[in-house]
């Protein structure tokens, strides 16, 4: 892929969640307050693309800092991220209580990419992650899926789109 089509295509992940994260206090008002009755922090693992542990600390009822460390299976790359999450409860509607317990999220956030077979190689970039966690009323757990389009800079741009399963118990 050319360095004019990563950044185009990195431009538009930007674009199109710019209206999403301009208008977190909208979407809460309509999820309401009472979305996320668990504890402020929450560890966990995530497995995908790449696999790793992962953390999240709530900062707000509806804005959370995601980070990670993870490997890669392309690329023999362990990476760190961070992110900050803006979430919409109850996005996908409330006609059943599984619906009424999914939140989206998007945010912006930033990945460090180191080689694991040389450690020589330090990338770092940004990403944009988009997913969604089930967050049941009942229990300290949360599972979330997401796709987190990258753009990193080595020698050159890399575009790399990554996506995980997880699970976290928030204290």
């Given at each position: 892929?050319?360095?004019?089509?990563?950044?185009?295509?990195?431009?538009?992940?930007?674009?199109?969640?710019?209206?999403?994260?301009?208008?977190?206090?909208?979407?809460?008002?309509?999820?309401?307050?009472?979305?996320?009755?668990?504890?402020?922090?929450?560890?966990?693992?995530?497995?995908?693309?790449?696999t790793g542990g992962t953390g999240k600390f709530w900062v707000g009822n509806?804005?959370?800092?995601?980070?990670?460390?993870?490997?890669?299976?392309?690329?023999?790359?362990?990476?760190?991220?961070?992110?900050?999450?803006?979430?919409?409860?109850?996005?996908?509607?409330?006609?059943?209580?599984?619906?009424?317990?999914?939140s989206g999220y998007v945010g912006p956030g930033l990945i460090l990419g180191?080689?694991?077979?040389?450690?020589?190689?330090?990338?770092?970039?940004?990403?944009?992650?988009?997913g969604t966690e089930w967050l049941p009323y009942d229990t300290p757990v949360?599972?979330?899926?997401?796709?987190?389009?990258?753009?990193?800079?080595?020698?050159?741009?890399?575009?790399?789109?990554?996506?995980?399963?997880?699970?976290?118990?928030?204290?």
């Amino acid at each position: 892929m050319s360095i004019k089509n990563s950044l185009l295509s990195f431009a538009v992940c930007a674009a199109l969640s710019m209206p999403i994260i301009s208008s977190p206090d909208a979407m809460a008002a309509k999820g309401g307050d009472g979305f996320r009755n668990k504890g402020d922090f929450g560890v966990g693992i995530v497995l995908g693309e790449p696999t790793g542990g992962t953390g999240k600390f709530w900062v707000g009822n509806t804005q959370a800092i995601d980070f990670g460390i993870a490997a890669t299976f392309k690329g023999d790359l362990i990476v760190g991220y961070a992110d900050y999450l803006f979430h919409f409860p109850q996005i996908f509607g409330v006609s059943s209580r599984f619906l009424a317990q999914l939140s989206g999220y998007v945010g912006p956030g930033l990945i460090l990419g180191i080689d694991n077979v040389t450690a020589s190689d330090v990338s770092v970039g940004g990403r944009i992650p988009f997913g969604t966690e089930w967050l049941p009323y009942d229990t300290p757990v949360g599972v979330f899926l997401e796709v987190v389009p990258n753009m990193s800079f080595t020698n050159g741009v890399a575009f790399k789109l990554y996506a995980g399963l997880g699970i976290r118990y928030y204290f």
